[in-house]
């Protein structure tokens, strides 16, 4: 499952939050986008596989919060939190759930 569109769907974090994903594929890995429509007085974290799960907060942009980090190739998983609401997997990846009773996303980069 490789994510190079762009399709947010709200998460059932707070209301009118909507999450996505995207990679763009380079050399030896990927940059991977990530962004969360979010009201602007709440925190906005991610974290992963990539991360070795500790939190990275987002940066506020005009329309929501966003991160981005080049990843090598290779399977990572990824959740996105609002405030102190659960672990959710961004709108546009498959749910996969984890040990903690939340959920994650799989992202392949080639």
């Not at 500790?54 to 990824?78: H, N």
Request: hydrophobic share 40%.
């Amino acid at each position: 499952f490789h994510v190079t569109g762009v399709q947010a769907c709200a998460l059932p974090i707070y209301d009118g939050a909507s999450s996505y994903v995207r990679v763009v594929s380079a050399e030896g890995g990927g940059t991977l986008f990530i962004h969360v429509s979010a009201p602007s007085e709440a925190i906005v974290t991610v974290a992963g596989s990539f991360s070795g799960w500790e939190p990275i907060q987002l940066r506020r942009v005009a329309d929501g919060w966003e991160a981005e980090r080049f990843l090598k190739s290779g399977r990572y998983r990824v959740a996105v939190k609002i405030d102190n609401g659960p672990w959710r997997a961004p709108g546009n990846l498959a749910k996969m759930k984890d040990e903690f009773d939340g959920h994650n996303g799989l992202i392949i980069i080639p």
